[in-house]
């Protein structure tokens, strides 16, 4: 047995504790698996006399995080810290520039800096690896980069934010609105106080962007994502999606066509029948759909301490067998340069609420619009009667393009007789 | 760019044209994710004047796939051909004893002589790799030797027979009976004339030896593996078991446990809300529990020209890459030494169904052959009446142990009033 794989961890939160655990706890398993040891042996936090429930007596540690890149007795940094800018990309731009392989589990940093940091990973050969950037402990990552890698992939999509599932499985399987039910996630630990970069569909645009580079052999283009989020997600719409046959799931997905590459994150209604309606609470999906192997559905715990160790730890034994993948799969002059499309090329089928009054005409009205606006309709579903009063519209369209259901819907909302703003979801097969 | 990895193909049928496809199809694709080009520069196959619809010129033509193994301009052998002696087993020892690298989707090989070519692979100091051989393009031999690496794995179990899958689906559908689904998947071409290998359970067995020494981290097993097929399941058992709540599956499932690692595959009663219940027709699926990880679901195509070449390239550009990994996922002297379990010691729910005669204290004679076993029974269903005719009784057992239900089983096929062998399937939780 050769000898160990010398490893510097930066952050000891829920990551880099994992990481340090696993290690730990499955030292015999990993060396056999890694054909050598793989040891922790500096570390960097911020207060090192908070107690953290593990040892850390024997380890090296720095104050200066990015002083790890500068350590001859490194072989490889992990860099568990988070977030797009700071510590964590100044780290591992040091450890790349140094010419020290590193692991991170930041989608931020990869979805924003992912493309100068590959150039520079590829300038030094290093890897760059991020397993537990997305989806947690799936090895989605490695099936796109590797298990699927002879495959043209026409598209990607999944549930990539756990925090989100949870809320919208909650919503649904109790009934209640949105604000409530993030309430609670906060109090038991399922959402950050400051939610907006999981509910706003940050943290899932970040991962779609990586999954597409990786799906479809380019740089990564955050930019290009089109992102909504579920705060517009209402128990009543969760409701009428379950009368239609649906679920309702925020997805990110990305397509490749003739024209480009599409990638949007935003609340879709899907199938009841389709295997990704069915993953709930805090469990992430990941669907590949490749031209020889078919559809590939990979689930699992997309967060938490053990599954992201899984994946972190993953990626340390590759480089203790010195396997190597380029960090898009190819090297940077093998990429593609395909365009990205923006939402406004999207077509599909939609679900449109309207909060309507009741009266005569109403119905012909907004009918009439849609008609105008090039809309057609394939149901309409109305419930409830309250002569004068406002009562739910459901209309579900046939494929329509983005534009035409922008104008219909700014069109829908001068009516006098539309109360609230049409709630929109689109519909995708799943 | 380095020079092309240069393969020889033993075996034109579905596997070995879905390669020679592939690697054409998507040449550039697989040269960029590969680092160079591969080449497929070498074939054999029966009767090489057959059309195949692809054209061969060009290509190194070998009567004997053996001689494949001596060509010195040949870098990895693909050996698709199949079955687990004759040539096949003797091309993959010729080439692995020359020092190349094989790839293959035989899985009777790998199950009955994995463990010697394996130690070959291993003398020799090259890769044996075979991510086709089981569940199709899934990546999921990838995901347990790689992407899992770090995890302990405590079980893995999976839908690993598309055509046992697809007869128990339409069995289902269509309310119809095993021999006619089986007459008509054969002549739609999901099963061979000669069905026994597929339906007796024996594929899936060969399949599951494999994934339990991956997972597990030992050498494979199969005469380890307790093996039942899907000849002995009814219309009415299918239609009791959704009555109940449940699919019935063949599942192949391993586990480890302080005393041991047992495999077995049988038809199972799963859950109707867990995943791999929903999984239907020609779709395998695979779930492995790790214990970082926690459960990890992948599903896809078992089988195919398409999903088995995607299997093939993907381990041709690891090759092609410079990416190794031993046979087992660890070098032979890490490998577990765990004890096989006999189907004898396993426990868990029964789901038992009984023609019998419908008279007074026929029920009360079963329930005392039951108590008497030791088997506690959770629910009984009993349906229709006629009397001094043969009707079904269904029992639910609480967890009983292997032992105590064949004494069960025996004694009451021996009663007077039970008319047929009772039927008898195995309650998984999924």
Not at 258 to 267: C, L, M, N, Q
């Amino acid at each position: 047995m050769t000898r160990p794989l010398s490893v510097a961890l930066a952050g000891l939160g829920t990551v880099g504790g994992g990481v340090l655990t696993m290690l730990r706890t499955n030292a015999d398993l990993v060396a056999a698996r890694a054909g050598r040891p793989i040891a922790v042996t500096a570390v960097s936090a911020r207060d090192r006399g908070r107690d953290r429930g593990m040892p850390l007596a024997g380890l090296h540690w720095y104050e200066d995080p990015v002083a790890l890149a500068a350590d001859p007795g490194i072989d490889v940094v992990v860099e568990a810290m988070g977030g797009a800018e700071g510590p964590a990309r100044a780290l591992v731009q040091a450890a790349l520039a140094a010419g020290k392989p590193v692991v991170t589990a930041n989608k931020a940093l990869l979805a924003v800096h992912g493309a100068e940091l590959a150039a520079l990973a590829e300038q030094k050969g290093v890897a760059l690896a991020f397993e537990a950037a997305v989806a947690g402990g799936i090895p989605v990552i490695k099936a796109l980069r590797e298990g699927l890698a002879g495959n043209r992939i026409t598209a990607v999509a999944g549930i990539l934010n756990g925090t989100c599932n949870y809320i919208l499985t909650v919503m649904r399987e109790r009934g209640r609105e949105f604000a409530e039910v993030l309430a609670e996630a906060q109090k038991l630990g399922y959402a950050e106080a400051d939610p907006s970069f999981d509910i706003d569909g940050i943290d899932a645009a970040h991962k779609l962007a990586i999954l597409a580079a990786l799906a479809f052999g380019r740089p990564v283009a955050f930019d290009a994502v089109h992102v909504e989020g579920i705060r517009g997600v209402s128990a009543l719409d969760i409701a009428f999606a379950n009368e239609l046959g649906y679920r309702i799931k925020l997805l990110g997905l990305a397509r490749r066509t003739e024209a480009g590459i599409s990638a949007r994150v935003h609340p879709c209604m899907v199938p009841l029948a389709s295997p990704i309606a069915r993953v709930d609470g805090v469990f992430n999906a990941v669907v590949a759909e490749g031209d020889f192997v078919g559809q590939v559905i990979l689930q699992g715990r997309g967060a938490g301490a053990g599954p992201t160790a899984s994946a972190v730890v993953s990626d340390l034994i590759d480089l203790a067998r010195g396997r190597y993948t380029p960090v898009w799969g190819a090297a940077s002059g093998a990429l593609s340069n395909a365009p990205s499309l923006s939402i406004e090329t999207h077509a599909g089928a939609y679900y449109l609420r309207l909060m309507v009054v009741d009266r005569p005409g109403v119905i012909a009205d907004v009918t009439a619009v849609l008609r105008d606006a090039g809309v057609s309709l394939e149901s309409m579903l109305q419930r409830g009667r309250s002569p004068g009063e406002a009562v739910p519209v459901v209309l579900v369209t046939h494929e329509t393009g983005e534009a035409a259901m922008r104008t219909a819907l700014a069109r829908l909302d001068a009516l006098d007789a539309v109360l609230e703003h049409p709630a929109v979801i689109r519909i995708e097969p799943g």
